[in-house]
């Protein structure tokens, strides 16, 4: 460094060259090994005793393609799957007849060549031959490393015939009456591996229809011989789909098995609200996206399946938007939202009377405040808020102070089954059927206001959820439910004669729900049956934090979280007016099996003279005896009147329809002095 010189090695010229392979790869991997070496002598041993069984396996593998090759079955399945089997038959049955004859050639010459060879070389030239052969037929047969044999991809014979033979499909929907005996399927593709099973699509025949393919699902299933969890039957919708177009996946093993799915939203920093959350994944792995803004959730489940957890992955994408505020009303009173506490606006955990009336309180000015925000909304000028709805400007302008707001209420039927006596605006009510109606305009008017409702309950019947509310509840989620009538009272009526029957989860799939999407949000599908991303304690709280520390930082941090519980001020009167007024579609509470008859009457209830007891047992899916008791119990007593019936005319059993109207006003005008 100095300029003293200091002694170096000798310095070579050249350059330098890519490192020669380390060795010709003439000998195979498996012969590489020192051990592969020392266990040579063993297998040179064993090789007699696999050689036979290896040919045997071949000259089957062989005499198989043969067999396939003479019978022209390539040809066949083509024409049998254009449904021109009948056009192509002539010209299948010669093509099989020009194989046979090139069969018998080629035996008739390779025996001439044999018995020539024979004549000049003697015997040594068959045994030659044979040894050739049968050694070309072992290479043939011979197991690989490590798969000792052919293998059933499912387990059962049955299971896996249908996806070799297309005729076996056509029996099992046969044999679950999907189709008539004389009925046939069209594959529309074959049987091939999606994921961890087997994909088909077919089209029924004309007079079919997918949609009862997909409610008589358990049929099928069991046709199949698989259990109905493995068997995804959906339809084909949009372009290339029709509705007699029918998609079935059936998974080789219980697809809600399994480690539980970590949530994707662990793994982001923050998350904009508008933005349909992560919510699971359905039974073929894809995922499923809940979104909220717009809508509301009711998510219902007997105790201990995960609608405590469905519920806080829901809103974690509200957690981790620091534009959205969050009330959070915990029924239950435990740990489960504790961590929410550092992001909520507003925040009651607990089941005494002081949470019941606070919740009710917070509600109140919420109504107050969605009035408000369409008040608000009207004098914005009309680029930035081109309908009476929100946008995500809107929703992020602090100035107006419309943020997306979610109110999350976990166990609501410990508020809204409070019996205590409540007057409002001079009407005299209960504190339970008031949280009734705030939630029900909450759920009806707020949505365009960026107001979302998501309740969760673990008793969806109906007297605690009452159907007025139930009715504007635009999303649903379904865990495992007691029966199918809890499923319909979370689902929507008659979900379960459409195949969506909550009760029919396994207790063993925690966290596997039904998810029927608002259909309003353009979803495709009816519903889905969702595994949702686990999201325990830990995660949560993580979430929780997160979203703190972007409310800091973005300087919305308020309310609870702010150490700030004061309630605005707000004229309890006019709140009362508006959850009360019948005129915005306020709608009586009808007890059960009335609600459900008139849901499945619709306008027919006004245009209609009777309805048959046939009908509605079975558009409702009720217990005969039972129905008949309890439409007594509420005035409607079942006669007896003459109906058409084709041709000819016949005596039954129903109602007047003029005496359900009847039950109905007597209802709502006890209603209406005060109930
Ligand atoms: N997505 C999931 N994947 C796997 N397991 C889950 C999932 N969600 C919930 N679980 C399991 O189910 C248990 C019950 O969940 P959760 O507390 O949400 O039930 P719950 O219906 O709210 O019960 P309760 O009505 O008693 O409050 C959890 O402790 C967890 O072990």
Redesign the pocket.
């Known amino acids: 460094m100095n300029g003293d010189l200091v002694p170096v090695e000798p310095v070579l010229d050249g350059e330098v060259v890519a490192e020669p392979a380390a060795s010709v790869r003439l000998v195979p991997v498996a012969w590489r090994s020192r051990q592969a070496w020392r266990g040579a002598p063993a297998r040179l041993l064993r090789l007699p005793l696999r050689f036979f069984p290896a040919v045997g396996r071949g000259a089957l593998v062989v005499f198989r393609a043969w067999r396939r090759w003479v019978r022209v079955r390539d040809y066949r399945e083509a024409a049998e799957q254009a449904e021109k089997l009948a056009d192509k038959y002539v010209e299948i049955r010669e093509l099989g007849l020009y194989r046979w004859r090139v069969t018998g050639m080629a035996l008739g010459l390779v025996s001439a060549l044999l018995f020539a060879g024979y004549v000049v070389w003697g015997g040594v030239l068959l045994w030659g031959v044979a040894g050739g052969g049968a050694t070309v037929v072992a290479v043939i047969g011979r197991r690989k490393d490590g798969s000792p044999g052919r293998k059933a991809v499912m387990n059962g014979a049955r299971v896996l015939a249908w996806t070799m033979d297309g005729q076996l499909l056509v029996d099992a929907f046969r044999d679950a009456k999907l189709i008539g005996k004389d009925e046939a399927l069209r594959l529309v593709e074959r049987p091939h591996r999606v994921g961890d099973g087997w994909a088909v699509v077919a089209d029924l025949p004309a007079t079919r229809k997918a949609a009862d393919v997909i409610k008589n699902r358990d049929a099928l299933a069991s046709a199949l011989a698989v259990d109905e969890v493995q068997l995804v039957a959906e339809r084909v919708r949009g372009r290339g789909g029709h509705a007699g177009r029918v998609s079935l996946w059936v998974a080789d093993e219980d697809p809600y098995a399994g480690a539980?799915?970590r949530a994707p939203l662990l793994d982001v920093e923050r998350w904009d609200a508008w933005r349909a959350v992560p919510f699971?994944r359905d039974a073929r792995g894809r995922r499923v996206d809940l979104p909220l803004v717009w809508t509301s959730l009711l998510v219902g489940?007997?105790?201990?399946?995960?609608?405590?957890?469905?519920t806080r992955l829901a809103v974690s994408g509200l957690v981790l938007d620091p534009y959205a505020r969050l009330y959070v009303f915990d029924g239950?009173g435990?740990k489960?939202w504790e961590a929410a506490e550092q992001v909520a606006y507003r925040y009651v955990c607990g089941d005494e009377q002081e949470h019941a009336e606070a919740v009710r309180d917070h509600l109140v000015v919420l109504v107050a405040e969605v009035q408000g925000r369409y008040a608000r909304m009207a004098t914005v000028d009309d680029e930035l808020c081109p309908e009476s709805k929100i946008t995500p400007a809107l929703s992020r302008d602090p100035d107006l102070g419309m943020p997306v707001t979610g109110v999350v209420i976990?166990?609501v039927q410990v508020y809204l089954e409070n019996t205590t006596r409540v007057e409002v605006g001079g009407r005299k009510t209960t504190l339970g059927l008031y949280v009734a109606d705030l939630l029900t305009y909450l759920v009806r008017k707020g949505p365009a206001a960026g107001i979302v409702v998501v309740l969760?309950t673990?008793r969806p019947d109906s007297n605690t959820i009452p159907s007025r509310l139930r009715a504007v509840l635009g999303s649903r989620f379904a865990?495992r439910v007691m029966d199918w009538r809890d499923s319909n009272i979370v689902l929507g009526e008659q979900m379960n004669t459409r195949g969506y029957d909550a009760s029919t989860l396994l207790p063993a799939h925690?966290?596997v729900g039904i998810l029927r999407p608002d259909g309003e949000m353009g979803s495709d599908v009816l519903a889905t049956t969702v595994?949702?991303?686990?999201?325990?304690n830990p995660d949560w709280r993580t979430i929780c934090t997160r979203g703190r520390a972007l409310r800091e930082s973005a300087g919305t941090l308020a309310g609870h979280a702010a150490g700030d519980d004061s309630t605005g001020v707000v004229d309890p009167a006019s709140v009362a007016r508006a959850v009360g007024d019948r005129s915005e579609g306020w709608v009586v509470e009808l007890p059960e099996p009335l609600a459900s008859v008139v849901e499945h009457l619709g306008d027919e209830l006004h245009s209609r003279e009777f309805v048959p007891s046939a009908e509605l047992i079975e558009a409702l899916g009720v217990e005969a005896g039972r129905f008949a008791r309890e439409m007594g119990e509420l005035g409607c007593r079942p006669l007896r009147q003459y109906v058409p019936d084709g041709e000819e005319v016949r005596r039954v059993r129903g109602y007047l329809t003029s005496d359900i109207r009847t039950a109905i006003d007597e209802i709502s005008s006890e209603a209406g002095e005060g109930g």
């Open positions: 539980p799915l699971g489940a007997i105790p201990r399946q995960g609608k405590t957890f469905a239950k435990g489960d976990d166990e969760a673990q865990l925690r966290g595994r949702t991303y686990y999201l325990p």
